[in-house]
């Protein structure tokens, strides 16, 4: 029943950003989404540092202010949501959170996780669905549109850009993370897959990252501008992530739309 679902989503449209192996390695994790032994760590710390950042971008913008409560001021669209770690944390900064992800056992999950606390429940709506399905009936309707290490993991990703930056609204933000392909992603992933198994073997294939460069061309064909771009440093002591200057591993990349 669930392949059918991912078969239908292919046959909805011509086009594609599904890639069936990719969506089924992260169906096979979903069970185990919110466990601690589920090797998704990494994955939680990226979530937390992405969220920090959203928050902060928020207020610099003026999209929040200080003190300003109600939610549905802040229109968010998280594309690819998993089990839903970064949907929480958006939901817990008062917006009104859509999450789409195209595995519906993952949409379950996420769910099910958020059901469980009183905030993310009221403000979530999770949607079994690709990028490029939702962008058709949801163009220009979020102020942030965000997707947090899914560009790796898609087929023709100058299309799930398109999609994603067609679903910004006039001055809204696009926010998106990726590993890069460059030699030292390369080693990353195979230290971190096969030698160190920080995370789960098979997460990531080199062949399907992008870099930055070749991202930001991307975005900005659809009219946006790039505000920023930071690269991601591992503490491998203490486990924790924090912001760098080197976006040669995996990077984020934060675009305004001008018109
Ligand atoms: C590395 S996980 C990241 C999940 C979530 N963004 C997070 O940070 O916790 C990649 C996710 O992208 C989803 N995905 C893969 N292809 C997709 C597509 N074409 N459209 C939307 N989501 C997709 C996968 O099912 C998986 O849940």
């Known amino acids: ?22 969506v089924s390695f992260f169906k096979n994790l979903s069970e185990g989404w919110w466990k601690e032994d589920s090797g998704l760590q990494l994955l939680h710390e990226t979530n937390r540092l992405m969220g920090a950042f959203v928050q902060e971008e928020l207020f610099r913008t003026g999209l929040k202010t200080q003190g300003a409560r109600g939610s549905g001021q802040v229109k968010i669209l998280e594309v690819g949501c998993g089990g839903g770690f ?27 996780h958020a059901s469980s606390g009183p905030v993310t429940s009221k403000t979530t709506t999770y949607i079994a669905q690709s990028i490029e399905d939702h962008a058709k009936h949801n163009a220009n309707k979020y102020d942030v549109v965000v997707s947090n ?16 930056t067609k679903c910004v609204k006039r001055g809204g933000l696009l926010i998106v993370s990726a590993m ?52 991601y440093f591992h503490n491998i002591l203490t486990g ?5 200057s080197w976006w040669s591993i995996a990077y984020v990349i934060e675009a305004k739309k001008l018109y």
């Open 149 to 164: 290490f899914v560009l790796e993991h898609v087929d023709e990703k100058e299309y799930f850009l398109d999609s994603c």
């Open 86 to 112: 970064l949907t929480e944390i958006l939901a817990r900064m008062d917006c009104e959170v859509t999450a789409i992800e195209v595995v519906p056992e993952l949409v379950e999950i996420a769910k099910n």
């Open 180 to 231: 890069s392909k460059t030699i030292w992603s390369w080693l990353i992933i195979n230290l971190y897959e096969r030698v160190f198994a920080y995370v789960p073997r098979g997460t990531d294939d080199w062949n399907m990252c992008i870099t930055a460069q070749d991202t930001h061309k991307m975005i900005r064909k659809n009219n946006f501008e790039i505000i920023d771009t930071r690269g």
């Open 240 to 244: 924790k992530l924090s912001w760098w």
């Open 1 to 22: 029943m669930h392949s059918t679902y991912l078969i239908s989503c292919k046959m909805s449209t011509n086009r594609s950003t599904i890639n069936e192996k990719e």
